[in-house]
């Protein structure tokens, strides 16, 4: 009985497994068991939460492999870890510590402004953004098992995600209603495969898991996501950087699940204390906007 | 027969799709009062610490375990098995399970997800072919109770089991197109456990 590890069910699977759900985004184990407790369906082990980078400024690498196994030690769910575009030795670093899933994230700085990683070598998933349909099929080219919207990380402004989801979809309805003889020059232009193109239209969806990150913050911010067609949402500094992170979690995990319902998501709005400060996506200069990394 | 699935998170869709492809039309479940309203459930794949823990918090908790306890057919894949299971390893510290079957299951026993596997294993249904089981950060089952029949093992690891009204797989039949086990669990579990109370 032969045993397939890292095949493409198997890849795109565990993605499927964190839908409907919440990944936070912590920097200790403290703060890892604190996003369990909540009912996160996974953490994200990161030396700083993309508001802290903002902030402090400097190159943006892969944590460090001490504070990723804590993390690892303190939690029963899936821990993922940031590589930075294009670095697949940070990567191969992050596969061999065993972590579940690697974002191959903007919030990072880019180690290659021309290439991603080739993710179809690794046993491990990889997670990728995309602020387009074209974006995330390259993406899924290069063998993501996972999309997220990019948003704009740490930020607190859940705009750029918004646009981000509503781009997205709105290329795949698109796709959805040409011709097959037009499907070729929509290839061209999105810049993605034709055969990827051709699967979006038929199936109407993408062929691996869309969750939403960058700049969501609030249960109704959560629920926003989830209502433009997310399969779960990514929550960065919007949880650690607010008033009461505990309550916070577990209130943006309740409206993840109950998107629909009004009612619910009232009830996990009342009393969180302060959400983060946040910034403006619009009063961020060019060069500091992580969405842009990527190509 | 209303078949329920439990969307509180996790992979609900695909099991929805598998259930329709059975001739089942499958009701999303995330209420107490939805879940009175079934006649039998499926608890999907996902991350049993969020689905137990939201079945606390929205008041689902206590009357799946009430239902399940009075013979509502479930099938649980994966964290479905875990949430089945009456005692759990490796869990997180105070992880509840709705319980139901006499076994004690391992979380995550298969490893981590570099470990995640597909493979053909054999499933006692009566049919010799293979069955194509996709495993993620899969549990297996440790310990089998009285009345609990093994129907599929990888390693000599009990990975499908069921007693006379719960059905369990630490695999994900959901995510290949191959509905053999969601008709088993319609057929022979779900079909016969009702007849019977009736």
């Given amino acids: ?295 | 027969m209303k078949v329920g699935v439990l969307a509180l998170q996790g992979d609900v869709r695909e099991h929805m799709s598998a259930l329709i492809a059975c001739g089942v039309e499958p009701l999303a479940v995330r209420r107490p009062d939805e879940v009175s309203h079934v006649d039998a459930m499926v608890i999907p794949g996902g991350e049993s610490t969020t689905i137990a823990q939201l079945a606390r918090i929205f008041g689902v908790f206590d009357v799946m375990r009430e239902r399940i306890s009075k013979g509502m057919p479930v099938y649980g894949s994966c964290a479905g098995m875990i949430l089945l299971a009456d005692e759990i390893l490796d869990a997180k510290a105070g992880q509840e399970t709705f319980g139901g079957l006499d076994i004690t299951v391992r979380r995550n026993a298969f490893g981590r997800q570099v470990d995640s596997f597909e493979s053909d294993i054999s499933f006692r249904d009566g049919s010799t072919d293979l069955i194509r089981a996709v495993f993620i950060r899969a549990p297996w089952v440790e310990r089998v109770g009285v009345g609990i029949e093994v129907l599929a093992e990888v390693d000599s690891h009990p990975v499908a089991v069921r007693s006379a009204s719960v059905l369990a797989t630490s695999f994900h039949p959901e995510l290949t197109g191959d509905h053999r086990i969601h008709r088993y669990f319609i057929e022979e579990v779900a079909r016969v456990a009702i007849q019977q109370v009736k």
């Avoid at chain 1, 390259?138 to 996972?146: F, H, K, L, S």
């Avoid at chain 1, 993408?206 to 959560?222: K, N, Q, Y």
């Avoid at chain 1, 699940?257 to 619009?282: C, H, Q, Y």
């Fill in chain 1, 1 to 295: 009985m032969s045993q397939e590890t890292g095949t493409g069910r198997v890849k795109r699977g565990m993605a499927e497994m964190l839908k409907g759900g919440v990944i936070m985004d912590v920097v200790n184990a403290e703060q890892a068991k604190i996003a369990e407790d909540a009912g996160a369906v996974a953490v994200m082990a990161l030396e700083r939460v993309p508001a802290d980078i903002r902030a402090q400024g400097g190159v943006a690498r892969m944590s460090d492999p001490d504070m990723i196994e804590k993390i690892k030690a303190a939690v029963s769910i899936p821990v993922m870890a940031k590589a930075r575009i294009g670095h697949f030795v940070e990567a191969q670093v992050l596969q061999s510590l065993g972590v579940d899933y690697i974002d191959e994230s903007e919030v990072l700085t880019p180690a290659d402004y021309k290439n991603h990683i080739d993710k179809w070598g690794f046993t491990v998933p990889f997670v990728c953004g995309a602020t387009n349909l074209g974006e995330a099929l390259r993406r899924i080219n290069e063998g993501a098992a996972m999309i997220r919207s990019k948003g704009e990380a740490g930020t607190g402004d859940v705009s750029n995600a918004m646009q981000h989801m509503r781009e997205i979809n709105g290329e795949i309805r698109r796709l959805s209603s040409l011709r097959e003889d037009e499907l070729y020059v929509a290839a061209k232009e999105l810049q993605a495969p034709y055969e990827l193109v051709r699967e979006v239209a038929e199936k109407g969806k993408l062929p691996v898991v869309l969750f939403t990150a960058g700049g969501i913050a609030t249960p109704a911010d959560a629920a926003l996501m989830m209502s433009m067609g997310a399969d779960g949402v990514f929550i960065g500094s919007g949880i650690f950087k607010s008033g009461n992170p505990a309550q916070r979690a577990a209130a943006c995990v309740r409206a993840t699940t109950f998107w629909d319902d009004p009612k619910v998501i009232a009830d996990a709005s009342r009393g969180l204390g302060e959400a983060m400060v946040g910034i403006n996506v619009a009063d961020l200069p060019a060069p500091h906007r992580l969405a842009e990394r990527g190509w």
